[in-house]
């Protein structure tokens, strides 16, 4: 019997200024089960600069950070080089005039999911080096949805949860 090979999924948070939303992506990332969170940019950490818990992102998490494996990067660009290095396919999660509909996402063996700020989303330059943007359609007047909202979203229909 041959085994199937488990799929694995990292998350990239870039530049995620509420700490509520950080606090709340690790614990949907705990939910579909993903691998580890890299935290980039100035997105907040579980613990803070001066070693100590973050308690209003634990709030949030409900304890998902002390589980699921997190590390912070400098680099956005550098880290994404890596990891398609190493065989990810990466998938921003951004409106974009290049993007298709997140329900046509192809899934790899290994993947990597992209989420940046809420104002201005993710740069150019980070796209270009995505093998996908990925959006969710509006309906609405509003354009956009909450970050962690999207995220949650996109990664259960993505990852067929």
Do not use: H
């Amino acid at each position: 019997m041959v085994e199937k090979k488990k799929k694995e999924s990292v998350l990239i948070l870039e530049n995620i200024r509420s700490v509520e939303n950080v606090g709340a992506m690790f614990r949907t990332a705990d939910a579909a089960g993903l691998n580890k969170i890299y935290l980039t940019g100035y997105t907040a950490a579980p613990i803070d600069r001066f070693g100590r818990k973050r308690n209003d992102l634990a709030k949030a998490s409900l304890g998902a950070e002390e589980f699921v494996l997190w590390e912070k990067k400098k680099s956005l660009v550098s880290l994404i080089v890596k990891l398609k290095k190493e065989g990810y396919q990466v998938v921003a999660i951004e409106q974009s005039e290049n993007s298709i509909d997140y329900k046509k996402i192809k899934l790899r063996t290994r993947n990597a999911f992209i989420v940046g700020t809420e104002v201005s989303g993710l740069p150019k330059k980070v796209l270009k080096k995505c093998d996908w943007v990925a959006e969710i359609p509006m309906r609405g007047k509003k354009e956009s949805l909450n970050v962690s909202v999207a995220l949650g979203i996109a990664l259960f229909r993505i990852l067929k949860i």
